[in-house]
């Protein structure tokens, strides 16, 4: 049981850190984003990246490589690779344990509990090993298991090309966010929003990951053609159908995106910057192209 644990706690730590930007389902809004302030004086970039992908994603385009070759510093959500596997799993146990007494019975319904053990027993785990955990973190090992089903891997990811291509051309990367902070935002949402139960989490998720299953292969397929339409729509037609949407948006990305912003401009004021963070930061009217203070237009860019 302990060797069972310590192999899921490594993957979800391992995997954490990408899929903080979802609202706890596979409701993600990915497309090739790359944007310049090159027409209003600048020379920074903004790249809405895909932290999860298939093989179409294996080679990063050459124009996003030419934008970091340009720039003097690579911004990205977090720097995991700054924490070691151990310290991980401690800060991640720390943020998704339950009280001492406390086991996941306790805090879902007979139903909603009953159709949890029926999602992770069709997928070959026990909620057994999840309880003593809080509901979002089973709702992640829910996401979790519906993107192994469609063989999407990091290694494909964007975000982790970006940093490793940086790194290889000598460039110094910064993280925006601290692993420890990010392990706070999925507290938050319950915290702030205490009318939503773990009941509510756990019905979200499996709603979504049932109504859009093929959104992620769509969402890669968009990226790849520089479809802006295509991703605001799945935006639109997926985040906001519920008020628990609604609250991790608003925890997830609105409330980062403003934060982000005050030391993101002194940065683009003193450096030449390409930042790379997930493409949900980029929708709407509190999209971080939305709130820059400088004009950044997207460019078209095509994997080979």
Known sequence: MRIVMKDFMKKISHTLSLLIL????????????????????GDDFLLGTIHLGDE?????PDSIKAAIDSVDVVVIETDVSLVSTEEQQKLLLQAASLPPGQRLSHVLSPAVYDKA?????ANGSSI???ASFKPWLVGLAMVQMAYAKLELKEEYGIDKQV???ALKQGKKVIGLETYAE???????????????????????????IEQYSD??????????????????N???????????DEAAEQVLIVERNHKWLTPLESMFAKQKVFLAVGALHFAGEDGLPSLMPDKFELIKAKTK
């Open 163 to 165: 940093q490793e291509y």
């Open 22 to 41: 979802l609202t706890l389902t596979i409701n993600q809004a990915h497309a090739d984003l790359l944007w310049s302030n090159k027409k209003s004086g």
């Open 56 to 60: 179409r994603l294996s080679t990063l």
């Open 182 to 208: 990010q392990m706070g935002f999925f507290n938050a949402i319950t915290d702030k929003y205490p009318e939503f139960t773990g009941d509510d989490l756990i019905l979200d998720t499996l709603t979504e």
């Open 128 to 130: 057994e090993n999840l």
């Open 234 to 244: 799945m935006y639109q037609g997926t985040l906001g159908t519920s008020k628990f």
């Open 117 to 121: 053990k029926q999602y992770l027993t």
């Open 215 to 232: 959104l992620p292969k769509e969402m890669i397929t968009a990226w790849i053609n520089s479809d802006l339409q295509a991703f605001e």
